[in-house]
């Protein structure tokens, strides 16, 4: 079994802003997510923690690490999307015909590539023992593109991503769970994550 958990809140997430690859740490909410998620943790009898290793996501793990008595492994392929040169920006600076531009051509952002990143977080998916319990702490882009494969498997398609990213909420902390590939995915009791009205 997978467990899959969106770090606890930052500054930026508060502001709205896009954090893209940029290191940016939990605040005090952000901590008190990662204590309140460990606790609802203590009975799946994790045996595996795996985290990216950006800052946010690293302290949720450690936090959650620490009072499951598991030492924290990190695998770069968690890190979030490089949204290159919409990092930093209010959610609501970005017009409609600069996301559409930025999914057309996300490099000439200096973005990373869509397939690219998906690749790497599908990579990660195939490569998990979904015999044993594991959990992994990383982002909501990632996230997306984790609904992506479960939907179409290898088939990336950059407007399925962009409607996810438009359209869901991710809460920090949300608890996302997955059996194995030919599964779906659930949503652990007590977390939000939902579809946005379209």
Request: hydrophobic share 40%; net charge positive; with cysteine.
């Given at each position: 079994m997978?467990y899959?958990?969106?770090?606890g ?12 690859i ?6 005090e909410?952000?901590r008190?997510h990662?204590?309140?998620v ?12 795996v985290?990216?290793d ?9 936090i ?6 598991i030492?924290?492994e ?8 490089d949204?290159?040169?919409l990092t ?11 996301v559409?531009?930025f999914?057309a ?16 977080v ?13 959990l992994?702490?990383?982002h ?21 991503y962009?409607?996810?990213?438009l359209?869901?909420?991710?809460d920090?902390a ?22 946005l009205s379209?």
């Amino acid at each position: 079994m997978l467990y899959i958990v969106r770090h606890g809140q930052t500054d930026w997430n508060l502001g709205n802003r896009i954090q893209g690859i940029a290191d940016v740490p939990l605040n005090e909410t952000g901590r008190i997510h990662a204590h309140n998620v460990a606790q609802k943790l203590q009975n799946l009898k994790t045996q595996k923690i795996v985290s990216s290793d950006l800052s946010r996501a690293a302290e949720t793990a450690q936090i959650i690490g620490n009072i499951l008595n598991i030492t924290v492994e990190y695998d770069a392929r968690l890190r979030e999307y490089d949204f290159g040169g919409l990092t930093g920006l209010c959610r609501a600076e970005i017009d409609p015909q600069m996301v559409e531009m930025f999914f057309a051509a996300p490099t000439n952002f200096g973005a990373e590539k869509l397939q690219d990143a998906f690749t790497r977080v599908a990579r990660f998916l195939q490569d998990i023992d979904y015999k044993q319990n594991t959990l992994a702490v990383t982002h909501g882009g990632v996230i997306n593109f984790i609904m992506c494969y479960m939907q179409d498997k290898n088939n990336f398609h950059a407007h399925s991503y962009l409607d996810k990213c438009l359209h869901t909420k991710i809460d920090n902390a949300s608890v996302l769970r997955i059996k194995d590939l030919k599964s779906g995915i659930s949503i652990l009791k007590n977390t939000r994550f939902y579809c946005l009205s379209k």
